[in-house]
């Protein structure tokens, strides 16, 4: 019976995470589950699964997860800590689905105890990918990629030489305005940009979405995860989000994978790594399909993707500062601060603001001064944003 932990397991991720485990209780002896202000949900799952420990981010909502759990042999806890410990509660695997810098910390704390990392929080690899990376090699643990797009790149490669590889392209959806007029964009609200013509994702990564910060960040993720040189990587939208990346060799081979938009899969994946077991996601039929269909993405309309390649440029704690100043910028957008297309300008402005800043891109990757340059990377984009408003 393998040990199972899930950090962010009231989230999208963590919920698809759950279903799979949910089928095949036997299997698993479900270790902690980490939650945020879903308290409900959170004492749901832990209670069904049997957890060891639920532990929700927000130390103020202690009381309400152990009225919650009460009746049970569940144990509550709370704080960044208190996730932290659980992360490091002796386990087989541990799904990082935590949104935002906070899945770093936990996640290495996996790491530590040998553990397979499955990878959903992307930017533990933006702002930390040779320390993630190392921590893991130092301890003799795993990490696997669960976005759909990295996932699909590690199973191409799969028995492949990654020094034969010319080119990695993961696609893009487009998001909801990608058949938008460019000039319509500076007025999209909240309600269009949190809607996915494909996914059933979180608000947060259904923005990220139609903005493509979503995709500048897996951009990044590919030159820290697999080793290659951001010239090789290319971005490409598929509006039919069923082919989710391909590989493209030194002799012209292109190999793609090609599934449902449906995160069990790489979820799954995952789990069962390195055997592929029957997974309930929903078969294609191509002939119904009928065709695939490509466009090359306008990095006029999504900024994004020409900031993310900077940032692979710069190196270093550039990582740190755009996934933080994406993250506040992102909170602004929500909270009616700023408009759609200002997302990119506030990115834009604290990555050149700090970039001045001496030793950014030659400082040492610690988690310590992830902490601190995301501390102030904040602090900067809050006050972008104040101008801009």
């Known amino acids: 019976m393998r040990r199972i932990t899930v950090l962010g397991a009231t989230g999208s991720i963590g919920q698809n995470t759950i279903d799979l485990i949910r089928r095949d209780p036997d299997a698993y002896k479900v270790v902690a589950l980490t939650g945020g202000r879903n308290i409900e949900k959170l004492a749901h799952d832990a209670k069904a699964l049997h957890a060891e420990v639920a532990v929700t981010c927000h130390p103020e909502l202690l009381g309400d997860l152990r009225a919650a759990l009460s009746g049970s042999d569940v144990e509550a806890a709370a704080g960044d800590e208190a996730i932290c410990a659980a992360a490091a509660r002796p386990a087989d695997w541990c799904m990082s689905a935590i949104v935002g810098a906070a899945g770093l910390a936990p996640g290495l704390e996996a790491l530590k105890q040998g553990q397979t990392l499955a990878l959903a929080n992307k930017e533990s690899l933006v702002t930390a990918g040779p320390l993630l990376l190392q921590t893991a090699k130092a301890h003799g643990a795993t990490v696997l990629p669960v976005d759909s797009e990295h996932s699909g790149v590690f199973q191409a490669l799969i028995g492949e030489d990654i020094t034969a590889v010319e080119r990695i392209i993961i696609t893009a959806s487009g998001g909801a305005f990608r058949d938008w007029p460019i000039e319509k964009l500076a007025n999209a609200t909240l309600a269009q940009a949190s809607s996915h013509p494909n996914w059933d994702m979180g608000q947060r990564i259904t923005i990220d979405s139609a903005s493509m910060f979503n995709k500048a ?9 697999f080793g290659v040189r951001p010239e090789q990587i290319e971005a490409l939208i598929h509006p039919e989000s069923l082919i989710h990346a391909l590989v493209g060799f030194h002799d012209g081979a292109l190999m793609a994978h090609v599934g449902p938009p449906d995160m069990r899969h790489a979820i799954g994946f995952a789990l069962h790594w390195p055997a592929r077991k029957p997974l309930p996601v929903t078969r294609l039929d191509l002939a119904k399909i009928g065709q695939f269909s490509f466009r090359a ?16 440029e710069a ?75």
């Open 217 to 225: 960040m897996e951009l990044i993720e590919t030159k820290e995860f």
């Open 297 to 312: 993405p306008d990095e006029h309309r999504w900024p994004a993707l020409r900031i993310a390649r900077e940032v692979m």
């Open 315 to 389: 190196g270093g704690l550039s990582g740190a500062v755009f996934n933080a100043a994406k993250e506040r910028a992102l909170d602004g957008f929500i909270h009616g601060e700023i408009g759609f297309n200002d997302m990119s300008v506030v990115v834009d402005r604290v990555l050149a603001k700090m970039s001045a800043k001496n030793g950014l891109q030659n400082a040492e990757i610690t988690l310590d001064n992830v902490a601190m340059t995301d501390r102030e990377a904040r602090v900067v984009a809050d006050e972008m944003m104040q101008r801009l408003g």
